[in-house]
């Protein structure tokens, strides 16, 4: 058994007991510090916009400061959608009363002329028939167009999927619009360079791509053409729709799929109302696609792209 003499015990109780102060000594200028850095912290995260301190700080608290400014970036841009969602919902409410209640106006006017026999003749009361009914057709389109983008914004668009061969799509889509083509005098193409199938649901997607095919005819001039093409490229399905439009205004393209978007030309009585190509991506997001716009040669390229069916 080791036996400390009187000398020794004094020196051992010397060294513990500097220790001991040395360790408190550190202890408290490293809570200090913590605290100090805490305080900061805490300090950041109650101001407006969090700034990560500019002091440096404690390995722990600087991950949670990165950490923290991570999360405070997340939450400002997704407030600054929620924002831009909410203005463009008031937007679309303003447009759609307008163009609800032009045509409206228009129809009960005309309803009125018909009823008091104000107009009596033949030709005129055959063309009011005929205005009435363009009129209630159109505004049908816009209603279910409305319902359309309120259940995709919903996310209640149940997507009844089947194998489409890319072919049927295209073909589909230059059937259903060939008329109003005609009417303009564009010529309208349809090619199928690749034919697999893909896995959607036939009535949507061809809804999506009518839209832009009647777009690209509408902003095509008589003598041009709209050319839609489907293929396989960089391991999906790709259709675009390419017309002689003139081109998209750089500031425009961006917007163009905003639900209410419409060019200043189109802004017209009796134009669209900008529904068209917010419903096309939704349907096409729902099918986990995507969808983009570029000017090129005389006009613009609208570009769906589809995943392929596996197998
Ligand atoms: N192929 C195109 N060429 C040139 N501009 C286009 C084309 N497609 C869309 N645009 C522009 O984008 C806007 C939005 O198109 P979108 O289809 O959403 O609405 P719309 O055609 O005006 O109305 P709706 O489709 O609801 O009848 C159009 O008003 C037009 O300015
Ligand atoms: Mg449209």
Redesign the pocket.
Known sequence: MMVLNDHDRAVVLAVVASAGVVAMAVSVLLGRRLVAANRTLVEAVRADRFQPPAARLPAELAELSRELEAAYDRLAASHEREQALEASRRELVAWVSHDLRTPLAGLRAMAEALEDEVVADEHTVQRYHGRIRVEVERLTE?VD?LFELSRIHAGALRLSRERVGLADLVAEAVAGTEALARAKGVRLRGDVREGLPVQVDAGELGRALR??V???I??TPGDGAVEIIGEVADGEARVTVA?A?GG?PED?LAR??DVA???E??RTPG????????IARGIVEAHAGRIGVANEGP??R?EVRLPLTAG
Not at 271 to 278: H, S
């Open positions: 816009m167009d839209n832009l009647v777009n690209a509408r902003h017309d439009c998209i425009d163009v799929f978007f419409r060019g030309a189109a134009g669209g109302a900008g529904l068209g190509l917010a006009g613009c609208f």
